[in-house]
């Protein structure tokens, strides 16, 4: 079974709005840890945001905020005013607790197109 | 910190040579180190892990054969694709990070490899 999934087809934001990416994850463990990377085209992968399993409030950092709910096994990225840099693929990661070595599993990722 | 550079980043080589990409840790030391293959428009498929004096672990389905990984110190890990063929053609792209051993500790990744077999 996928550990992440993220089902959203492409996804076109007006400059300055906010955009929300869904993920939703599937694990047994108590201790995990939620990642969200940022891909542009030139292809290196960006490390933005992290939440903990164990994390009470959501994880910010600067315009990124996790919209986490635990009980439903989603970690949903917002992206608030959003700026044509921010186009790109996004891809929601986990790493739990048992995996040894930080493994990370990858969901198949969001694509955001920015417009102004 | 935690900057992984990844070298070349774009190869274009005739079918059956072979081709290594190196994997740098700069500013920290990494016992482990991750290679993916992406294609366009898709995720990061696992490859394998590199173990710094040991084995590297293939996932399923990886030919160890075609893609040795030697992973010689604790900065340093290559991946090397044997006898290439166009259809080898991808994305490479290397991670680490720092063996903290919180969940918290993102892995970082190089810059990637675009690799093209004629």
């Known amino acids: 079974a996928q550990k992440i999934t993220q089902t959203q087809p492409g996804m076109f934001v007006q400059e300055k709005e906010a955009v929300t990416l869904d993920c939703t994850y599937d694990?047994?463990?108590?201790?995990?840890?939620l990642f969200w990377y940022k891909q542009p085209s030139s292809g290196e992968m960006i490390f933005l945001i992290y939440?903990?399993?164990?994390?009470?409030q959501n994880a910010t950092e600067g315009r990124y905020s996790l919209n986490f709910q635990k009980a439903r096994k989603s970690a949903n990225l917002v992206i608030s005013a959003s700026q044509l840099g921010d186009s790109a693929m996004y891809f929601c990661?986990?790493?739990?607790?048992?995996?040894?070595?930080?493994?990370?599993?990858f969901g198949k990722g969001n694509q955001v197109v920015v417009i102004p | 910190g935690a900057v992984v550079s990844q070298h070349p980043s774009w190869v274009i080589c005739k079918s059956g040579t072979s081709v290594k990409i190196e994997c740098r840790s700069l500013?920290?030391?990494?016992?482990?180190m991750f290679w993916y293959r992406q294609f366009p428009k898709q995720s990061l498929m696992l490859m394998a892990t590199?173990?710094?004096?040991?084995?590297?672990?293939?996932e399923q389905g990886v030919e160890k054969d075609k893609f040795l990984i030697n992973h010689a110190s604790l900065t340093l890990s290559t991946l090397t694709v044997t006898s290439a063929h166009p259809e080898d053609s991808s994305f490479y792209i290397c991670?680490?990070?720092?063996?903290?051993?919180?969940?918290?500790?993102?892995?970082?990744f190089g810059d990637g490899t675009r690799l093209s077999i004629l």
């Open positions: 694990t047994s463990d108590q201790s995990y840890g």
């Open positions: 939440q903990g399993s164990y994390d009470e």
């Open positions: 590199s173990n710094e004096g040991s084995k590297a672990t293939y």
């Open positions: 991670s680490a990070s720092p063996l903290t051993g919180l969940l918290n500790q993102p892995q970082h």
């Open positions: 990661a986990m790493r739990e607790e048992d995996y040894g070595n930080n493994r990370l599993a």
């Open positions: 500013d920290f030391q990494a016992t482990t």
